[in-house]
């Protein structure tokens, strides 16, 4: 009994897992993909209907099947506006103050009498004078939508000067995290100059507020009178699809949630499923509504919490105003929440459209005549190839992003929707198993012990 135990357990524990593999049925939907000519690495720009359905953000619960059957190595290639430059733009700063106590020589003694004008209480205190001393500066970097470099300031004072900042940035001004440390310098000898006004970000910051923040022995006639930052600008855009999101059905009791519930006006919720990274977009107003005041916010569940993105005018007619740029945002809950300036939305509701740039989907080819793009799934995960990795070997490099080598010929549907839905969680038999040889070993061994403890 004792040895079946243990041969057991070995062969429990020892059994190797099973390599996990993928079929087309593992996921909810295909579409067959036909080859417009023949290479060694195809490319497919994945279409919105595709974009919709993927649960997963790394793209991972998508595969590539030949007409066999047979897995393809594949490769996301995710677009990015060509050529870019730096531009510096002004932007708004506000001084940060902090009261400063100095006690002075002086000294208050009040003295308290009773109606017979004998003393009944005296008491005195050093006189403190308060001023203000100023700690730093909070810069709104919140409409900017291209990524932060840096800031140039311009700053006055009547002394020569070297001065330590500590830049911290902030999405909401209720937690800040460090970004960088920065010298600057204003120092004149011997007829030379010595300048430093450019304070460096640690990379490509996306941030609505930054604050600068001085060391206790700045000089006191120290200010900033200019904040201009430094922001990676493309030159030369790529193309953007525009989807149009639905407008969202409030759970029973739910509310639009609001930053200021003292602030008037009218709030649209917005969601849409799918993987997405959104950097563009634009308000379509109803007929009867010329120009609105509005906010525009995201966030990643319909409870929030919800972050302001852009905020801006909005006009029906004129058309070249309405795609915005949007710091980029993977979100799928979005509310735009108009001023009651000018009566707001007057009839009707405002239409939200998004821009993004559609990820292309590259794969190795073979002699298949027809190849499976499947996905959707919430539980098969595709690992990928980098992209050089994938036309390693090939006679001529690839260059992506590639032209599109692929039509569509039709969409199928193939696990459906039970394949986006996880599973009830598998009973672990092989735990329960092991638990059950261990108590049948434990009684085996208190009967032992009992039989020896009668011998005795």
Not at 232 to 249: D, G, K, N, Y
Not at 289 to 318: K, M, N, V, W, Y
Request: charged share 25%; net charge neutral; glycine share 6%.
């Amino acid at each position: 009994m004792r040895l079946s135990g243990l041969a057991l357990t070995s062969m429990l524990v020892a059994a190797p897992c099973r390599a996990e593999t993928f079929v087309g049925s593992d996921f909810a939907y295909g579409v067959e993909l036909r080859p417009l000519q023949k290479q060694g690495v195809h490319g497919f720009s994945l279409p919105e209907q595709v974009l919709r359905k993927l649960t997963d953000r790394e793209l991972s619960d998508l595969c590539v099947f030949d007409a066999e059957g047979v897995r393809r190595p594949h490769a996301i290639h995710v677009p990015h506006d060509a050529l870019t430059a730096l531009v510096d733009e002004e932007v708004p700063y506000f001084p940060l103050e902090a009261p400063s106590e100095r006690t002075s020589d002086g000294v208050e003694v009040r003295v308290e009498r009773d109606p017979g004008g004998n003393i009944t209480r005296a008491f005195s205190r050093s006189i403190v004078e308060r001023d203000a001393r100023l700690t730093g500066y909070l810069v709104d970097t919140h409409a900017l939508s291209h990524p932060i470099m840096g800031l140039t300031l311009t700053i006055r004072s009547t002394h020569d000067y070297t001065l330590e900042l500590q830049i911290d940035a902030s999405d909401d001004l209720r937690s800040f995290r460090p970004d960088n440390t920065a010298t600057l310098a204003h120092l004149e000898h011997d007829g030379r100059t010595l300048d430093r006004d450019y304070v460096e970000l640690s990379g490509e910051v996306h941030a609505q507020f930054l604050r600068l923040s001085f060391p206790r022995s700045a000089s006191s006639d120290l200010r900033i009178e200019k904040v201009q930052a430094r922001v990676l600008r493309p030159t030369q855009a790529s193309t953007r699809h525009f989807v149009e999101l639905s407008r969202r059905t409030l759970a029973p009791g739910e509310q639009v949630t609001r930053q200021d519930p003292s602030r008037a006006g009218q709030s649209f919720a917005y969601a849409i499923a799918g993987v997405f990274t959104f950097d563009r977009y634009s308000v379509v107003l109803p007929g009867a509504t010329p120009l609105i005041e509005a906010s525009l916010l995201s966030a990643p569940s319909p409870q929030g919490p919800f972050r302001e993105l852009d905020r801006g005018l909005f006009r029906e007619a004129d058309k070249a105003s309405r795609e915005r740029n949007l710091t980029p945002t993977e979100h799928n809950y979005f509310e735009l929440r108009v001023s009651d300036k000018g009566g707001g939305v007057r009839e009707g509701e405002p239409k939200l459209r998004m821009g993004y740039l559609a990820p292309q989907l590259l794969f190795a080819s073979n002699d298949s005549t027809t190849y499976l793009l499947a996905y959707g799934s919430a539980t098969a995960r595709c690992r990928r190839f980098a992209e050089d990795e994938l036309s390693a070997g090939e006679a001529t490099p690839v260059e992506v992003p590639l032209s599109d080598s692929v039509q569509a010929v039709r969409t199928r549907t193939l696990g459906g929707p039970a394949a986006l839905k996880k599973p009830e969680p598998a009973r672990p038999w092989r735990v329960y198993v092991l638990w059950g040889v261990l108590l049948v070993a434990v009684a085996a061994l208190a009967v032992a012990a009992r039989k020896l403890v009668k011998t005795v």
